[in-house]
Structure formats: structure tokens, C-alpha cells
């Protein structure tokens, strides 16, 4: 796949202190598959769909213990250029522009409201080498209680132009050029305090009730859904472990796409 264009998703990891059971877990929900862990590689493990790599997991840092999470990368031409731009407009970095390797060069990042994600300069591992196909990626969005600095933040940082949703509920979408890339959802009292911004990412899959049954087998819990959209019939879920994904099939469809207004 080429390198996709500056902000857009590219990648998602995480870290799990036990990998043996994410990895069943996640191997029977998605169906994935997973590379072999290294040990000079920080035991840092692929996982594949149908033999292409969608993402990843690892064991936690030192310090990091106890707090499972999907992280999602956005691609950067230039990842010290993006981290300048990140503390300009308000944002934290939670690790400096570091090279891994050949691969590329990443950084950890947090917003002025709280949510954390990555950077991704692609050397030779480019990101995703699938998307919106059973197993890989498909969609993400930012969750937080501070929407306003997340939209003033993420279209600074990565030249996004924001769609507001039409209707009661709080949602921006985030485009890049002609295609839309990150949705922005207002967390409203419906989350515990004790839950903090996150990036939601949604998996593909090809049954959202049985990826949803497979899921609660293993010990996951349903937090929401399934329910049927325009995008989608889809369900949230946390994994055993702690860490919130959801899943989507884009193939079942129901009800009119909602009108948007651009803003900014």
C-alpha cells in the first residue's frame, strides 16, 4: 500500500500485561493471527488478517502496568515537524520523535483534553496493509469530555477541515481533502468519571452479533449495541483486559446518512 496522506490513521497498537490472552482473545473475535515475538523487539507482536498486518500488541512499559489501551498512529511526513505542531497547539508529548529501526520514527502524544495517541513517519513499515476488511481497521473516534480543544487541536495539527452532525448529539467528523478520516464524540454522563478520553477504534468484521457473542464467551463486556446505522451495524466492547474497541460490519446498513454542517 503507498503511504497514506499526513493525518490519516495508519496504525493502532496495545499493550496488554498478559499478551498469551489477547491474543486468544482478539485471535477468536477479529481472527487474526500473530507474528512471532521478539525480545529485542520489546516482545512488540503483529497481528494479521488474512495474512496482512493490522495491528499490534505488546507488553506494558515499566510504570504502565494495569491500563490497557488501543492506541491509534497517524501518519506524519515528518514526525519532529508534527511534534512541533503538537506543542504548539497545546498538546503533550508523552514520548520524543524516537527512529525504530528501519520501520520508521514514532512518537506518543496527548491532547489539551487528555486523549493519547501516536505518530507515525513510515520507513519500512508503511502502517496498515489493510483496512475496512474483516479483521483490520475500519474507523476511530476521538472520545472526550473537552471537545472544543479537541477541535481546535486536531485540525491545527493535521490540517483536518471538521463537519458537524446535525441533531442533538455532539459529533464533528474530521476530513482530509475529500474523504472523511476521524469522527469527535462529546463524552456525556453516560461514561463513568473514572473513564478517561480515549480514541475508540472500530475492527471490521463480517457479523457484528457473532463477533459480539465470541467476545462476551471470553470474558468481554458489551458496553453498547449491537445496534444497526448508516454506517454500519455495531457494538463496544471492552476486552478482558480493560481495553475498548469496537466492531462494525459495513455491509449492514439501515436509516438516511446524516446531514452535516462544515465548520472552522
Not at 489539551?112 to 501516536?118: D, L, R, T, Y
Request: with cysteine; proline share 8%.
Amino acid at each position: 500500500m503507498a503511504v497514506p496522506p499526513e493525518g490519516t490513521p495508519c496504525w493502532a497498537d496495545a499493550t496488554f500485561e498478559d499478551l498469551d490472552a489477547a491474543k486468544d482473545f482478539y485471535g477468536d473475535v477479529l481472527g487474526w493471527t500473530f507474528g512471532e515475538t521478539s525480545s529485542e523487539q520489546g516482545n512488540y507482536t503483529q497481528a494479521y488478517a488474512d495474512g496482512r498486518a493490522v495491528a499490534a500488541v505488546v507488553p506494558p512499559m515499566p510504570g504502565q502496568e494495569g491500563t490497557s489501551q488501543w492506541c491509534l498512529y497517524f501518519a506524519a511526513r515528518d514526525a519532529t515537524a508534527t511534534a512541533a505542531r503538537i506543542r504548539d497547539n497545546g498538546g503533550e508529548l508523552l514520548l520524543d520523535p524516537m527512529q525504530v529501526g528501519d520501520y520508521g520514527t514514532m512518537c506518543l502524544a496527548r491532547d489539551p483534553g487528555g486523549v493519547v495517541f501516536g505518530v507515525w513517519q513510515p520507513g519500512t513499515h508503511e502502517g496498515f496493509q489493510a483496512v475496512a476488511e474483516p479483521g483490520a481497521y475500519c474507523w476511530a473516534e476521538v472520545f472526550t469530555r473537552e471537545p472544543e480543544k479537541a477541535d481546535a487541536f486536531f485540525p491545527a495539527v493535521f490540517s483536518y477541515r471538521a463537519k458537524q452532525l446535525e441533531g442533538e448529539m455532539d459529533f464533528r467528523v474530521y476530513d482530509l481533502g475529500e474523504r472523511s478520516v476521524l469522527g469527535r464524540m462529546r463524552m456525556t454522563d453516560d461514561f463513568p468519571p473514572e473513564v478517561p478520553p480515549y480514541i475508540n477504534v472500530y475492527f471490521t468484521v463480517a457479523d457484528c452479533d457473532e463477533a459480539v457473542a465470541r467476545a462476551t464467551a471470553r470474558g468481554g463486556v458489551l458496553r453498547f449495541g449491537p445496534m444497526d446505522t448508516p454506517f454500519g451495524r455495531f457494538a463496544a466492547i471492552r476486552d478482558p483486559q480493560g481495553a475498548n474497541f469496537s466492531v462494525l460490519d459495513i455491509t449492514t446498513t439501515a436509516g438516511e446518512m446524516p446531514k452535516t454542517t462544515e465548520v472552522g
